[in-house]
């Protein structure tokens, strides 16, 4: 897990760990790999955005990424690795 213009705490990187495995968990057979990487960055608007950038290498060699961006980093989290999940499920066909 990495990150630019973040603190990761042992906290966080406890909590994006448990995210991910629980969007993956089911295609963990068919995972070589996954990475995190979370980003912070200003808006145009302002504000703060979160992004979550998630990549899995599948045991075929395939590399799926997705990424989410939210206000709140678990829910950027959550939103990419539940992309990534339909992803890895297409990508085995089902």
Do not use: F, K, W
């Not at 608007?45 to 950038?53: A, K, M």
């Not at 998630?54 to 075929?60: D, E």
């Not at 590399?63 to 990419?80: H, K, N, P, T, Y």
């Amino acid at each position: 897990m990495t990150s630019t213009g973040l603190a990761i705490s042992t906290a966080l990187r406890g909590e994006v760990r448990r995210r991910v495995l629980l969007a993956l968990g089911r295609y963990a057979q068919e995972l070589h790999g996954v990475t995190a990487r979370l980003d912070e960055s200003r808006n145009p608007l302002g504000g703060v955005d979160q992004r979550s950038r998630v990549r899995a290498r599948l045991h075929s060699g395939l590399v799926l990424r997705a990424e989410a961006i939210d206000g709140r980093i678990e829910a950027a989290v959550d939103r990419s690795a539940a992309r990534l999940a339909l992803l890895i499920a297409a990508a085995l066909g089902g």
